[in-house]
């Protein structure tokens, strides 16, 4: 068990839809980052946040979007649903030291 | 700029040895090294930070050279729990912090 928690576990919409994947990252880590992970494809940089703030953006759609609460938690919210969107999403989170990423169990999104 | 992996795939037989490698074509500032399961989350093995650097986890060990942008991980006298795929994670100076993965390396030990 990393410590980082995401849910839901699974996900399962149809095309045009919108829906939003949550992330709590362990205890004190203050960034947060968002992989896509396509059928047996490697891990794809979504977006990093760092205590609230948007620290790095990578290959992420316009119809995507994420933020950081107070609280630390982070949101991923994916617009506009097509099939290519079904993917392993992870969320991963680290105290910027070292920068040892912790992966959370991800979700899985199925669009239909 | 995605790192390069080699092999692709590799299977072993329980007690053999096994490289992979993960070069880059940027100055990096470190490598990380994680192993995935089929459906599970990747988990960190370990991370490299200064050229020339080597470490070890069990039987599992890393070298970083920094001259020449490439790290490999060594694992030695493979366990059926080796299996999965391998991916390296690279950071270049200035990046914040981001991490960007190869393509991964699918590793088989068959007893």
């Known amino acids: 068990d990393s410590g980082v928690t995401q849910t839901p576990k699974h996900l399962i919409t149809a095309t045009g839809q919108r829906v939003t994947l949550r992330c709590s990252p362990r205890s004190g880590d203050l960034s947060v980052y968002w992989y896509q992970q396509s059928l047996d494809q490697g891990l794809q940089f979504l977006i990093q946040?760092?205590?609230?703030?948007?620290?790095a953006k990578g290959n992420i759609l316009e119809r995507f979007s994420a933020q950081q609460f107070p609280d630390l938690h982070s949101e991923l919210n994916l617009s506009s649903l097509e099939l290519g969107d079904s993917a392993l999403y992870f969320c991963?989170?680290?105290?910027?030291?070292?920068?040892?990423?912790?992966f959370g169990p991800g979700t899985r999104l199925t669009v239909l | 700029q995605q790192p390069v992996q080699s092999p692709q795939a590799v299977i072993l037989r329980e007690g053999e040895d096994a490289v992979i490698n993960c070069s880059s074509s940027k100055a990096l500032y470190s490598v990380h090294w994680y192993r995935q399961k089929h459906g599970e989350a990747p988990v960190f093995l370990m991370i490299l930070l200064k050229g020339g650097e080597q470490k070890g986890h069990d039987k599992i060990s890393a070298s970083f050279n920094e001259k020449k942008q490439q790290s490999s991980l060594y694992l030695t006298a493979s366990q059926l729990s080796y299996s999965g795929t391998y991916f390296c994670g690279t950071e270049v100076r200035g990046s914040a912090r981001q991490l960007t993965f190869g393509s991964g390396t699918q590793l088989t030990v068959l007893p």
């Open positions: 946040y760092y205590n609230g703030e948007e620290r």
């Open positions: 991963a989170s680290s105290d910027q030291t070292i920068n040892e990423q912790f």
